[in-house]
């Protein structure tokens, strides 16, 4: 992820990022694509910053896959970072002793 652009919120801090123009996989077949079908915004919470909520809108791509057959488009993802269906970064939080809490 490339960062664009990081603001105070008050009580929050947001950050605005986006994905690196490198062409993406399709996770049906694996095909390499840059064609790029739009473009769409995915809203996650990291960890916080002093006691401060941290929140990521992140623009990904969608992009049209170039294996006949395949699925048409798809988003794309970024692996250890923000995956499918998730709201929250990856990144465990752990406390005092280390101890991942998930």
Do not use: K
């Amino acid at each position: 992820m490339l960062v664009e652009a990081v603001s105070d919120e008050g009580c929050s801090i947001g950050v605005r990022a986006r994905t690196p123009g490198d062409p993406a996989a399709c996770p049906g077949c694996g095909a390499a694509s840059d064609n790029v079908h739009s473009y769409q915004h995915r809203t996650v919470t990291d960890l916080p910053i002093d006691g401060r909520t941290v929140r990521v809108r992140v623009q990904v791509r969608r992009s049209v896959c170039p294996t006949m057959g395949c699925r048409n488009t798809f988003r794309e993802q970024v692996l250890g970072v923000l995956e499918r269906y998730q709201r929250r970064t990856t990144r465990p939080i752990t406390r005092d002793h280390g101890v991942p809490i998930l």
